[in-house]
């Protein structure tokens, strides 16, 4: 089976107000090039952990990737290449671009090195809810990048940011009439979430118009042909995210760069994560480490070898976010039927309730659980006593 691959690029143009990922100001940190240096050498260490022989999505995320050189990010995918991990001939290959970060040349350097998927953080088409995002871009430059997609007919998705402080419904509305424009093939949109105290939480609409904005956004987005495939993504039939769909079916993933996040089912019981520091100099010191053995390069507190419970909770919480739902199949594959004897009886419970539903695959969460879907997983959060044979 192929193998999923994310690469991080810490770098942005800015700190976006309501961000919490690891990334920095690119002026900020060490140049873009030595940091890629260490990346290719992470990529030489650690590609012995790994059994497959292809890649069958690969994601440049950050950070804006975008904004470094790119021909940075083919030393990436040629030094995966070298190392045994070529691009399958029907990988998914996206970069993450802000809008103003991507030209023509830009543009076709990616292509002759197999990106085949872009995915532009949009956030939003007015101007001064950009600013209050603490965005960079303007809506003008949005339009200039999606001009540019289009024109090559690129498979490309969009972000919306939606609830933002200041936002009507009629807003958002002027928002959607745009995507109408280009009716992108997948499209992501995202409630605004930041901390209880946050400066963006103040101005923001109230709870029941937050979800009649989701309402109007799936509804909208239904009309343009593109189907709810998970809680936040959107897609036209075949443009679904692969690279995303790993993550959600409990396939191997392995994450390249800066506090990136790696899992393989294989290795324990139940599979085990295990992670890069989000400290500079120690990933840089870790990834020049030498050793054959797993623990010699990833130490100990950097691992996690999932219990029962632990990889309980995690199968159903991310098979139930997308539209294909938990397959009966893969659950009785990777759990014995006395854990699932102990998980029925909360299915049952919220089928009664109405936020799951059944079939002859397996179960599905109803557009009322897709709407809470925080209490259906509150319900499938397991401890270890409640598996304990």
Not at 1 to 21: G, K, N, S, W
Not at 22 to 42: D, G, K, M
Not at 74 to 94: K, S
Not at 298 to 318: C, G, K, M, P
Request: aromatic fraction near 10%; include cysteine; hydrophobic fraction near 35%.
């Amino acid at each position: 089976m192929a193998l999923a691959v994310y690469v991080h690029i810490p770098y942005c143009l800015q700190r976006c107000r309501y961000c919490d990922f690891t990334t920095f100001e690119w002026t900020e940190i060490l140049p873009p090039e030595r940091y890629v240096q260490w990346v290719l050498q992470e990529i030489r260490q650690r590609r012995k952990f790994w059994s497959q022989s292809k890649i069958g999505s690969l994601y440049f995320g950050g950070g804006t990737p975008s904004l470094i050189s790119s021909d940075l990010i083919v030393m990436i995918v040629r030094e995966l290449a070298n190392n045994g991990l070529p691009l399958a001939d029907d990988a998914e290959a996206t970069i993450e671009i802000n809008p103003a970060t991507m030209d023509e040349n830009k543009l076709q350097a990616y292509l002759a090195a197999g990106i085949n998927r872009f995915s532009v953080g949009a956030q939003t088409f007015n101007d001064s809810l950009l600013k209050k995002c603490g965005r960079k871009h303007n809506s003008q430059d949005t339009h200039e990048t999606l001009r540019l997609l289009h024109k090559h007919n690129l498979n490309y998705s969009f972000d919306l940011l939606f609830a933002l402080p200041g936002q009507s419904l009629e807003d958002l509305r002027k928002d959607l009439e745009i995507v109408s424009e280009y009716s992108p093939p997948h499209l992501s949109a995202y409630c605004l979430t930041v901390p209880e105290g946050h400066p963006m939480n103040r101005g923001r609409a109230p709870e029941a118009e937050q979800v009649a904005m989701f309402d109007e956004i799936e509804s909208h987005l239904r009309r343009l042909g593109l189907v709810k495939y998970e809680i936040s993504n959107f897609a036209k039939p075949g443009f679904e995210s692969r690279h995303n769909i790993a993550y959600w079916t409990d396939k191997d993933y392995w994450g390249i760069g800066l506090s990136s996040h790696s899992y393989q089912r294989s290795w324990g019981n139940f599979g085990t994560r295990f992670w890069n520091p989000k400290s500079l100099a120690e990933y840089e010191k870790q990834v020049f480490r030498s050793g054959e053995k797993f623990a010699d390069v990833i130490v100990e507190n950097q691992r996690e070898s999932l219990n029962v419970h632990e990889a309980l909770t995690d199968f159903t919480h991310t098979h139930l976010r997308t539209g294909f739902g938990m397959p009966k199949d893969a659950l009785h594959e990777k759990f014995p039927e006395t854990i699932i004897r102990r998980l029925q009886p909360r299915l049952d419970r919220l089928e009664s309730q109405g936020l799951v539903t059944k079939n002859d695959r397996g179960w599905r969460l109803t557009s009322q659980g897709q709407m809470v879907s925080n209490k259906v997983f509150e319900e499938l959060c397991f401890l270890p006593e409640d598996v304990a044979l």
